[in-house]
């Protein structure tokens, strides 16, 4: 999958709503993560800096090349450990029960199956 159109507008002008409030939404979302977590189709990283440092590793799947690129620069930044890896919502890289959480965010509507992703995401978690 390569979208370099949307990687490019996502940088230059996604960015702009974090100043608008998403930075607050995604700090919200992020509070109660910890442990071993998976972020599905995390785009060019904007959730990245506001992981807790409760988390101990995570594993942040995008299957955009550019995106992928633009979110291993932020993961550097990242006051977490993260992995940057390759992958569809409907083909992760992690075993069944292997996560304490799965954290999508902007994900759903980009994919073909929502409900299918998000079974997917649930399987991986152990609670
Ligand atoms: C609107 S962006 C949201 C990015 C990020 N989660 C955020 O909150 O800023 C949607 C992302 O989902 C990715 N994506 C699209 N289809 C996907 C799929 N089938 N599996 C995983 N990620 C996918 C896109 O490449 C893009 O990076």
């Avoid at 990283?45 to 550019?66: D, F, K, R, S």
């Avoid at 450990?81 to 304490?100: E, H, T």
């Amino acid at each position: 999958m390569e979208n370099r159109l949307c990687a490019w507008w996502f940088a230059r002008y996604g960015a702009r709503n974090e100043a608008r409030g998403n930075a607050q939404l995604r700090t919200e979302l992020l509070a109660g993560a910890a442990g071993r977590v998976l972020e599905v189709g995390v785009g060019t990283g904007l959730n990245l800096a506001h992981y807790p440092a409760t988390v101990e590793q995570l594993i942040a799947a995008e299957p955009e090349p550019t995106m992928r690129q633009n979110a291993a620069e932020a993961a550097a930044r990242a006051p977490v450990p993260v992995r940057i890896v390759a992958a569809f919502a409907d083909a992760l890289p992690v075993g069944d029960g292997s996560q304490d959480a799965v954290v999508v965010s902007g994900l759903l509507c980009s994919v073909p199956d929502p409900a299918a992703a998000l079974a997917d995401s649930r399987a991986r978690q152990n609670t």
